[in-house]
């Protein structure tokens, strides 16, 4: 069973625009990470957040986690057509076990 | 430094036929992870290697499925037999000591397996 669930499911805009996507979940949290994966290929881990951490940045990067609401999103600015991939959350239960989201897909059109 | 390695990219199988992956860790990883991802879908946990132990298959179907992980470096998922709905990506993911990393993990670039 998969725990997060992302929001929008697809996500299609212009280069230089900015993406967000949103995460939700279901139980208390170690940490929670971002997953970018690119068509056919494996996962590459972008950022990780602590539960007592509130705001990330990393790049052009910026991940917000609100533990009392269970949920968090990556933005991503000035997006470019490298951009375009699957974005997945994934969160550490304190168990070194990793459960991911069902993903969101971002296209950014040249 | 090596990403981890995964044999191989593609398998295509007939149904009831057996087959195997292959996976080798980076370098110093204790932790080694194999993850079935269905189309659309994120990734989900068969089975955690802390070194040579397996720590937690709760999810790994141990009618057909075995896994193996010998001298605690490479490690094979082996299914036998296969059925038609085995047809997913299988990834491989390893991660260093707890607390060196902060949980982040290291993916391969998987193995797509058809079933026909």
């Known amino acids: 069973s998969q725990q997060g669930e992302e929001d929008p499911q697809a996500l299609s805009i212009q280069e230089g625009e900015n993406a967000t996507m949103n995460c939700s979940y279901k139980t208390s949290i170690n940490n929670l990470q971002w997953y970018r994966q690119n068509s056919g290929r494996g996962l590459v881990h972008l950022i990780l957040?602590?539960?007592?951490?509130r705001e990330k940045h990393s790049g052009r990067l910026r991940v917000t986690l609100d533990t009392s609401k269970k949920s968090s999103s990556l933005l991503i600015t000035a997006s470019r057509a490298a951009d375009t991939a699957s974005y997945f959350c994934?969160?550490?239960?304190?168990?070194?076990?990793?459960?991911f989201g069902a993903g969101t897909i971002l296209r950014v059109k040249s | 430094e090596a990403g981890v390695v995964q044999s191989p990219r593609y398998k295509i199988i007939e149904k009831k036929q057996p087959v195997a992956f292959w996976c080798n860790p980076i370098?110093?990883?204790?932790?080694l992870y194999w993850y079935l991802q269905n189309l659309g879908q994120g990734p989900e946990l068969l089975i955690r290697y802390e070194n040579e132990e397996a720590v937690d298959d709760s999810q790994l179907p141990k009618d057909r499925f075995s896994a193996e992980r010998l001298k605690g470096v490479d490690s094979t998922l082996k299914i036998q037999p296969a059925e038609l709905g085995d047809s997913a990506v299988y990834l491989c993911a390893s991660s260093p000591a707890r607390g060196l990393a902060g949980g982040t993990q290291y993916f391969g670039p998987g193995t797509r397996l058809t079933v026909l």
């Open positions: 994934a969160t550490d239960a304190y168990g070194n076990k990793l459960v």
């Open positions: 370098s110093g990883h204790n932790t």
């Open positions: 957040i602590r539960s007592n951490e």
